[in-house]
Structures are given as C-alpha cells and as structure tokens.
C-alpha cells in the first residue's frame, strides 16, 4: 500500500488527514501526536479533522479500520489464488514482505502499534479478521493433512513468527536485505518446522 489513498474511495482531504497521521503516528507514537501536529503536517483546518473524524481518537479509529480492511483484502487474495495450506501461507508471507518494502510506515503501525491503548473498543490486531483467517490457514493445513497435527496457536505462531520477527528486523534496520529476496529462505525454514512430511 503506497497510500490509503490507494485503497480506498478518494477523498483528497480525508487521505491526507489519514496518511499524514500514519506518519506522525509511526515516528512519533499515538499520544506523542497532538490534533494540531496532523493539522499542520497535513496542511488542513482543525475543521476539517473535526469534520471528518471527532478528533484525533477518530482518526486512529479510522486508520486501524481502514488498514484491517486492507488487510482482509491481501489475505483472502492469497486464499483466492491457491488451494493448500503451503500456498496460501507463502503467499500471505511474501505479499507482508513486499508490504513492508512498499509501505513500511503502514505495516509499522499494524504490526507494531499499541493499538489497545489508544483504541480500547477495538479488538487486539492479532484478533483482527485478518490475522484470524492467517491462523485458520494454518488449522485447515491440519484438518488436510498438510500441517502435522499441534497446537494450532503454536503452529501458527511457528508458521508466521519467523517471517513477523524479519519484518521488524527490517522496520529497525538490522536486516539490510530487501525483505522479498528473502521470501524463499524464512518460508522454507517456518514450513518445515510444521510440514506433516517434514
């Protein structure tokens, strides 16, 4: 996602309120980021926040949505495209590494936020629809026969963890390597540590 323009209705004023925020929210943090720092970054009135969100508050709630949003559209891509666990899992895999090269503030933000702190009536990212459909991935690959038989929450930490724990290496700038070269070799590792066959 280069932009939340990109993946939602356009609406000039609205995106750059949005895209602004992630910015200030991923540099700064949530409560390090005042209303009139959005204002100023984004070059809009305090009315136009107001007007299009309530508040700061209103504007996290509506990056959190939008960004889930985004995300259900990658995953159930990657449940489209391919009928087995292997499949899918790689896919949701190499689409987060190519997410994190083309939008690292927007994979920053759902991946590393604290979202419960800011947005308290929203479910935790890692109960959000997305991530739940990754995990239920991982059970129909044991229900198949594909992923030997686990704790599906361990399986499913097993399956993602390696790729989740790069992407943050990336973010911080440890790992120099573009992520999607990188696709082959952290998927082949997680999946052998849960193949059925391995």
């Given amino acids: 996602m280069k932009s939340t323009a990109k993946h939602s209705k356009p609406d000039g004023i609205r995106d750059r309120i949005l895209r602004t925020a992630l910015h200030l929210f991923t540099e700064r943090g949530y409560f390090n980021t005042s209303v009139h720092d959005i204002q100023r970054d984004a070059a809009v009135s305090i009315g136009s926040i107001y007007n299009h969100f309530g508040g700061k508050e209103g504007v996290a709630k509506a990056l959190y949505i939008e960004l889930?949003?985004?995300?259900?559209?990658?995953?159930?891509?990657?449940?489209?495209?391919?009928?087995?666990?292997?499949?899918?899992?790689?896919?949701?895999v190499a689409g987060l590494f190519q997410l994190t090269e083309d939008d690292p503030e927007m994979i920053g933000f759902v991946l590393n936020a604290r979202h419960r702190e800011f947005l308290p009536d929203e479910p935790p990212i890692c109960s959000s629809e997305p991530f739940v459909q990754m995990r239920e991935f991982v059970l129909q690959g044991m229900q198949t026969g594909e992923v030997r038989q686990m704790d599906?929450?361990?399986a499913a930490s097993v399956a993602y963890g390696a790729a989740l724990r790069m992407i943050s290496l990336r973010l911080d700038g440890i790992v120099s390597?573009?992520?999607?070269?990188?696709t082959d070799s952290v998927w082949e590792a997680s999946w052998q540590a849960i193949a059925a066959d391995a």
């Fill in 68 to 92: 889930v949003e985004y995300m259900n559209t990658f995953v159930a891509q990657a449940a489209n495209l391919h009928n087995d666990t292997y499949g899918r899992c790689r896919a949701v």
């Fill in 177 to 182: 390597t573009p992520l999607p070269e990188l």
């Fill in 152 to 154: 599906p929450m361990i």
